[in-house]
């Protein structure tokens, strides 16, 4: 093992990688474009819920009341209707995703603690979406009746038995706040798919030959080239996350330093992975196909970035650890949300040092028998 000839690499790569537009964007700022993107394609949530208002009761509870459903923005009111059927029409069109109804009586009901209803239409084209809107609602609906009140000079309060729940690290449950974290894992696939197609490169055009002829060992040629790309890929970190944090909104609250570490290691995992594949395939487009399949697409279905883990079923078990991004999502969404320190990281750090060894191990192997 020969550090200058590793450092001779390193130097030769990243001189290819400044030179080459395309491979510079494609590890700097695509990661960040995809994230702006994805984010909104995944966000499941309803942020922004369009409403149309039909208020039967004209007083100064029901009109508090609107005020405290749209005082976090969640809610905005879209139009006031004065019939069921302006109402209705207004969802029907797709001008609104909530028509709300708020009956005669409201406030007086609510004021001596009787029970009142509010009728809310909501448009079920989009299920993730409603269902979304439908807690909001009934959660903002519920505190605001369990708030109030004065009537005269006696306080008048609900006698009913109630669950009080707090959501830590995402009070608000916005959606984006675990999505764009989480999809970091996916947008910074970027630098080991290039690192990938480098090497098919390598083999397609020739280049690989005349580096067979030269001193340089696998190890030193692997390091060197794992390095470059792991350098310009923390380049596009920074710029992924600093679009999640002013762009998006999504709170930071841990270490840049541990977050730009734990990357590190994801990309010794991912990168280790694109090495093996490039040692089976011999063109650039092979290996960009082979590496979609067995990394981007799992990436979304078992990893836990859409749904959980099904951890009662082994398989789903082993197959969400035996990738990468599974373990980047955990690191990712405590570090961002939770703020944790490497106590907090460490078991997912280790998961992505053992992929990264196998992985990286196999390729090295392979890589040997090949040059040999």
Known sequence: MSLRRMLAILRKELWHITRDVRVLLLVTLVPAFLLLMLSYVFSFGADRTRMAVLDWDQSTLSRDYLHRLTADGDFTIQQYTRTYADAESALMKGDVNVALIIPHGFGSDIRTGRHTQVQAMVDGMSPNTAQVSIAQLSTKTRTFALSIVSQGDALVQLQTADVHVRAW?????????????????????????????????EKETGSFEGLIATPVRGLEYLLGKLLAYTLTGLVGTVFAVLLAVFWFGVPFRGSIVLLLLMTCLYFFASMGIGILIANFVASQQAAMTMFLLAFFIPSFFISGLILPIDTTATASRIAGATIPPTHYITITRAIFLKGVGWDGVWSSAAALVVIGCIVFGLSLILFKKKIS
């Open 169 to 201: 690290y995402n009070p608000a449950n916005k959606s984006l706040y675990s999505m764009v974290p989480g999809l970091l894992a996916i947008v910074l696939f970027m630098p080991a798919m290039a690192l990938t197609i480098a090497l098919a490169r």
